[in-house]
Nanobody, 123 residues
Framework: QVQLVESGGGLVQAGGSLRLSCAAS????????MGWFRQAPGKQREFVAA????????IYADSVKGRFTISRDNAKNTVYLQMNSLEPEDTAVYYC????????????????WGRGTQVTVSS
């Protein structure tokens, strides 16, 4: 069992930055691939970024490439999402997810989910 708790969301002006954190419980964090997803009002949840259990080969949605960076610290059981050059279109609830299947990161069918953190970007 893995419990995930996101933090770091908030209100920021367009062009600004935020860093989201996702703290995981349990001793097996380092065996899980980790991902970030987001859901804007009235839209389906979408993939944002993912990173393998060893912290290599991050992948990103086209909409955030070059602006967002995913990273993890297995010693701290934490995964991060650094978000730069934020745009109003990035406004959403951001969710952290964990799964042992790498394919789950892009399918969005993950075993464990956090409750989300709100990110609001004003124009």
């Amino acid at each position: 069992q893995v419990q995930l708790v996101e933090s770091g969301g908030g209100l920021v002006q367009a062009g600004g930055s935020l860093r989201l954190s996702c703290a995981a419980s349990g001793r097996t964090f380092s065996t899980y691939h980790m991902g970030w997803f987001r859901q804007a009002p009235g839209k389906q949840r979408e993939f944002v970024a993912a990173i393998s259990w060893v912290g290599r080969m991050p992948i990103y949605a086209d909409s955030v490439k070059g602006r967002f960076t995913i990273s993890r610290d297995n010693a701290k059981n934490t995964v991060y999402l650094q978000m730069n050059s934020l745009e109003p279109e990035d406004t959403a609830v951001y969710y952290c997810a964990a799964d042992r299947r790498q394919s789950a990161m892009t399918s969005g069918i993950c075993d464990y989910w956090g409750r989300g953190t709100q990110v609001t970007v004003s124009s």
